[in-house]
C-alpha cells in the first residue's frame, strides 16, 4: 500500500500538539482538502471519525482512532465509497523547552482505477503542506 512518513519540529508543548491532531471537528477549518469530520463513540482512549475530503474528486471515508495521550495516535480504515484502505498515525516527542518532535505516517489505498504511484504522488506532494499546517495550528496557540 502506498504510504509516506514525514518529521517536523512544532514548536509548541506535546500536550498542544496532541491536542490538535485528535480534534478532528476542527480539521476543516486549517486544512483546506477537509469537508467534514464527525465524531462518534467517543471514549476513553479513542473514537471513530467521518470525514468528507476533496482529492481528486470528493471522498467519503470512516477511521477509529485509538489515542494514547500525549504521545500517540493511530488509525485504522472502517470504510469508504472510493478509498479501499488508510491508516497511519502520528508519534509526539517531547524535546523540551516547549518543542514537540512529530512524525506522521499515512498508507492508503484509492480504487482499483487508480493506479499506487498516483496514490503515492498525491501522498508524498500533499504531506509536507499537510504537516505545515498542523504546525501552525499547534503554534497559534
Known amino acids: 500500500m502506498p504510504g509516506a512518513s514525514r518529521t517536523i ?3 509548541a508543548p506535546v500536550e498542544k500538539v496532541f491536542s490538535v491532531v485528535t ?3 476542527k480539521y476543516k477549518e486549517f486544512l483546506p482538502e477537509v469537508k ?8 476513553a482512549g ?3 471519525v467521518d470525514f468528507e ?8 471515508y470512516s477511521i477509529k482512532v485509538k489515542e494514547s495521550a500525549p504521545n500517540r495516535m493511530e488509525w485504522s480504515f472502517i470504510s ?3 478509498m479501499k484502505d488508510n491508516a497511519g498515525g502520528w508519534v509526539l516527542e517531547d524535546m523540551g523547552g516547549g518543542q514537540t518532535r512529530a512524525t506522521y505516517t499515512v498508507e492508503m489505498k484509492l480504487g482499483a482505477l487508480v493506479p499506487g ?7 508524498e506532494t500533499s504531506l509536507p503542506k499537510t504537516l505545515e499546517s498542523f504546525k501552525n495550528r499547534a503554534e497559534r496557540g
Open 23 to 25: 480534534d478532528f471537528e
Open 53 to 60: 475530503v476533496e482529492v481528486i474528486k470528493s471522498i467519503k
Open 9 to 11: 519540529v512544532i514548536n
Open 46 to 48: 479513542g473514537c471513530e
Open 117 to 123: 504511484a498516483v496514490v503515492k504522488g498525491l501522498v
Open 80 to 82: 469508504g465509497d472510493f
Open 36 to 43: 467534514s469530520a464527525r465524531v462518534r463513540n467517543r471514549a
